[in-house]
């Protein structure tokens, strides 16, 4: 049975192409694997950094609707990055990329090849239904290896103990950890060209190849 999780029809008055790839699975969280971050490296690096050459970020798939979704809800896109963008930034500038575990690489590895926010989160710490929503005034969370974060008209996710995600940056409450059995992975899609569907079936494949995922289903809404 699929957890509960919906988008509030609301936002689809703002910005139609909103929708939401989910994975849950089970897994044994693992330190980052050496021989990943060699496929990583030798692999995908060198096709995300041919793709992005010479493109202007308006145009890069997945971050292009990012981009157009938070301008429509009122967030500057320029001064307020999707996290996939940030993480295709850093790529093509040749800036190291860090290693986490073994669940949240394979989020990072997702976006790379499809330019789309993925975050994933640890199902004992999520209370109820979940609604992507926009926040109201005041609003807010610690973002994981930072401070409050300014979320003022941002799309995020909310179960009953009030907000924990969003495709600009995640909150410490709901955040993989060692501990963590049971996942809640995210695909933050803004860009109706986008095959979600072969998305997801992609990263299937490599949150159990990567991450040893068991006892997986995939759905979107």
Same mark, same amino acid.
């Given at each position: 049975m699929h957890y509960e999780v919906r988008i509030d029809p609301k936002l689809f008055d703002t910005y139609p192409d909103i929708r939401l790839g989910l994975i849950r699975f089970q897994a044994d969280i693992q330190p980052p694997d050496a021989a990943f971050w060699a496929y990583l490296d030798a692999e995908i690096l060198p096709q995300v950094r041919a793709a992005l050459e010479g493109r202007e970020w308006s145009q890069v798939p997945?971050?292009?609707?990012?981009?157009?979704?938070?301008?429509?809800? *009122?967030?500057? &896109?320029?001064?307020?990055?999707?996290?996939?963008?940030?993480?295709?930034?850093?790529?093509?500038? *040749? !800036?190291?990329?860090? &290693?986490?575990n073994s669940v949240v690489d394979v989020n990072n590895l997702l976006s790379?090849?499809?330019?789309?926010?993925?975050?994933?989160?640890?199902?004992?710490? +999520?209370?109820? &239904?979940?609604?992507?929503?926009?926040t109201v005034q005041g609003e807010g969370y610690t973002g994981i290896g930072?401070?409050?974060?300014?979320?003022?008209?941002?799309?995020?996710?909310?179960?009953?103990?009030? +907000?924990? *995600?969003?495709?600009?940056? !995640?909150?410490?409450r709901a955040m993989v950890t060692e501990e963590t059995k049971e996942i809640l992975s995210v695909i933050y899609c803004f860009d109706r060209d986008t095959d979600l569907a072969a998305l997801l079936a992609s990263a299937r494949q490599a949150f159990e190849r990567f991450a040893g995922a068991k006892a997986l289903e995939a759905w979107s809404i």
């Open positions: 997945g971050v292009r609707g990012s981009r157009a979704a938070y301008k429509a809800f *009122g967030r500057n &896109p320029g001064r307020y990055r999707v996290s996939s963008e940030a993480l295709l930034r850093r790529v093509r500038r *040749g !800036d190291k990329l860090y &290693p986490v790379l090849q499809s330019g789309l926010s993925v975050g994933s989160y640890d199902l004992a710490n +999520i209370h109820g &239904p979940i609604t992507l929503r926009r930072k401070d409050l974060l300014d979320l003022e008209n941002m799309l995020v996710l909310a179960d009953d103990a009030g +907000i924990f *995600g969003s495709s600009m940056s !995640d909150s410490t």
